[in-house]
Structure formats: C-alpha cells, structure tokens
C-alpha cells in the first residue's frame, strides 16, 4: 500500500465523518445527550434534597452509614444520566436507529462515573492508582467490544506443567481479582466493625463477639470467592478438605483453641475492653483490643503486651475493675512509742481525706473513708498503716500512694511526731580490762 492509497483513505474517512456530523441523525442525538443530561441533573439533585441523608454533608467523626450515604448522592446524576442513555440507545436499535454516538456518550459517562466513584470512596492512594490504570482501562476494554480479542491473546500465551496448564489471562484474572477482593474486604471490614461498635443497643462484650465473628465469616467468603476466580472446583474439594481440616485442627491446635477462647472470654463477660488486669506471671495492664488469637494489654509504661486468649481461660487471672472500679489500698509508716497514737490517727485519717483522688466524705459509708490503724509492734517503734479507697488503679498518671506518702511525713514533722529509725544499745558484760601475758621466751 502506496502513500497515495493512504491519502485516499484518509480523505474518505474525513467524508464519511463529515457526512455524519452534518446529518439530521448526528443533530437528533446530539440533542437527546443534551436533553438526557439535563433531565439527569435535575432528578438527580431534586432526590438528593428530598434524602435527609445526601441533603448535607456530615460532620467529622460522625457514623459511617452517614458518610456512606452522603457520597452515594453524588451518584445519582451520573446514574440517572447513564441509564437514560442506555434506554434511549436501547430504544433506537429497536426501531432501526443508528444511535452511534449515544453509544460513544453512554461509554464516556460510565467512564466519568467510575473515575468519580474512584476518587469519592477509594482512600488508599496505592488502590486509587490500581484502580485507574488497571481497573479503568479493563472495563474500557469490555465496552468498547475489545476486552474478548485481549483475553484470547492472553490465553494463547500459555504453558503446561504436567495436567496444570499456566496461561498469561490466567495469572493476570487471579492477581486483578485478587488484589480487588482484599481491598473490598478490608474497606468491608472497616466498615462493618465501626458500623458494630457505634451500636448504641449492644454492650461492648456483645460488640467484640459480632466484631470477630464478622471478621472470619468475611475472610472466608473472600477466600472462597478468591478459589472460585483460580478456577478450582470446590465441589472436588469437598472430600480432600475433610481429611486436610483434620490435618490442619490438630496442627493448628493452639490457633484454634486461642480463637475458641477469645469466644468464650466475650461471651461470659469475664473480661471486657477496659478492664485492668493482672495475670499469674506478674503481666498487668489495661485490656485494649481483643483479636482473634491475642488481646491487647497497655501497660502505665506504654507497652503492649500480646496475651494470647488461651492464657486468660487455664491461667488465674485478677481482674482489678471487672465489677467495682473502686480499689483499697494501704500504705505503711512508723512512729515512735511516746505518741499519742489515738490522737494521731484522727490527725493521719484527715489528712489523707483531703487528697482529691481518696475517696471521703459524709456521704461515703463508714467502711470505704480512709482508716488508720496500728499493724504491730516493732523494734523501733509502732508499725502504723493507712487505708483509703480510691476511683481506678494507683499506677501511672492515676498514682496516689506516693501523693500520700508525703503528705503523711509532712503531717506528722508538723505536729512534732518522731518518725522512729532502727537503734540498738549495746552493754559491756565483763567491765576488767582484759591483760596478755606475755609468753615470750628469751
């Protein structure tokens, strides 16, 4: 083929697109887009008024439905558009209209509307960018009427090992798809756990179990799907999978039964998100997270310590505020013998009520103010101890034994109360001064 022949085809192609702008054809449709777009908006716009969710846009930290809801009305007019195009062209093929550029109109508003809908509900930078030069060009591909001719050359590139044949759409199917499912479930699964926990209904242990049981249920369902897309049959499976899921419950023991008792942790409510806790091995902290095999446990140091579930349940564990966030505690302090130790107690019991942190008061039952009393009787002098009770644990930034500590030394220098210290007296038996004789020989 000659330049000329080039030349030639070029300029009846110019023709050819000439003719159809100028036809009476090209003039209808251009004015249905116009009309259906215009009709689109203003559905579009008059339902989302009409929605008392899509009518304002939600403030920070509100729920999730609410925000999920405010960004599906920015869809209705692209969908209304779409859809009227769809049935307009539908329309026009029925009664032998060639509607070619409704088709073209009807391809670049899904594409507008897909690029949209990336940009409104993809946060992650890394799946935005999969999504518009992987994800947009292959749904291009379909409705241009090329996806079929691609995939036929992708399957043609193809290898066999053994009875397993390896083809290029193959691969290709299972990482696009793949990559699809874990970002629509880990988006579905954020979701739905924040979706579980701002339930004002349900308890916070109940929570956690709908929470980890909406977790796994998730992961399997994207695990089969993800099996389904490979190509494997899962009815072939079935028999195979019994004697694996024998296998695996025997060398997975401990994973499972870590998961089992997370399960039976929340749903006795024997520990909740919370709680202050203190296990066997002298481990403590606050239960912040239950996961499926471990729960979370923050300590005043800024640690987090991993526990697995299993040890919570064949363990002893002290749950410091499952029941009563209120804790007694005591600390100890001597004084000398010649004290008046009736008058100062009263002295002691004041000044501890006086901490913000201690619990006191009229109101207060007689068994919870603070109480000073005598522990026993010591070399030096008398063994006292002071009891409070107080609000949480007295650890961290809620520490009040040393508070208390202090202000008990400094009550007592006030009032001129000896602070006794160890003192031994020691006694000369034999008071002869002892002499050598001297044994040295000449």
């Not at 329309?91 to 391809?107: M, R, S």
Request: proline share 3%; aromatic share 10%; with cysteine.
């Amino acid at each position: 083929m000659d330049f000329s022949s080039l030349l030639e085809q070029w300029d009846a192609f110019l023709q050819q697109a000439a003719a159809a702008v100028l036809s009476k054809q090209f003039i209808v449709q251009l004015c249905l887009i116009a009309g259906i777009y215009l009709i689109a908006w203003l559905l579009g716009n008059t339902l989302r008024n009409r929605l008392s969710v899509t009518r304002q846009q939600p403030a920070e930290g509100d729920h999730a439905l609410r925000w999920l809801g405010w960004r599906i009305g920015g869809t209705f007019y692209p969908i209304l558009a779409i859809t009227l195009l769809k049935l307009t062209a539908v329309l026009g093929d029925e009664y032998q209209f060639n509607a070619w550029l409704l088709e073209i109109a009807l391809v670049v508003a899904v594409m507008l509307f897909l690029t949209s809908c990336v940009r409104a509900f993809v946060t992650s930078e890394t799946v935005g960018l999969f999504m518009r030069w992987v994800g947009l060009p292959i749904v291009f591909l379909h409705l241009v009427g090329v996806l079929p001719a691609v995939i036929d050359a992708l399957e043609s590139a193809s290898i066999s090992v053994g009875n397993v044949q390896i083809s290029a759409y193959g691969i290709a199917r299972v990482l696009i798809f793949g990559a699809l499912l874990f970002w629509l479930g880990r988006a579905s699964n954020n979701v739905g756990q924040d979706l579980i926990r701002r339930h004002h209904k349900l308890d916070v242990t109940t929570k956690e179990v709908f929470v980890k049981l909406f977790e796994v249920a998730l992961f399997c369902v994207g695990f089969l799907l993800l099996l389904n897309i490979m190509g494997i049959n899962l009815t072939a499976l079935a028999v195979f999978g019994g004697a694996v899921g024998v296998g695996l419950g025997l060398g997975l023991q401990s994973i499972a039964s870590n998961f089992i008792s997370g399960i039976i942790i929340l749903l006795d409510r024997s520990l909740t998100v919370g709680d202050y806790v203190e296990l066997d091995d002298g481990s403590k902290g606050f239960v912040r997270e239950f996961k499926m095999r471990y729960a979370v446990l923050e300590t005043y140091d800024g640690k987090d310590i991993l526990v697995p579930n299993e040890k919570f349940i064949s363990s002893l564990l002290t749950n410091w505020t499952h029941k009563d966030p209120k804790q007694r505690y005591r600390i100890d302090f001597s004084v000398a013998y010649k004290t008046d130790i009736r008058a100062m107690c009263d002295i002691i019991r004041e000044a501890v009520a006086t901490h913000p942190q201690v619990i006191s008061g009229d109101d207060v039952p007689f068994e919870e103010r603070p109480d000073c009393e005598i522990d026993s009787f010591g070399d030096s002098g008398v063994n006292m101890f002071v009891e409070f009770w107080m609000e949480g644990i007295d650890d961290g930034k809620n520490r009040v034994g040393g508070d208390l500590l202090l202000l008990v030394f400094e009550t007592l220098r006030e009032h001129n109360i000896e602070i006794p210290f160890p003192q031994r007296e020691v006694r000369v038996v034999n008071e002869q001064p002892i002499s050598l004789k001297n044994t040295t020989s000449d």
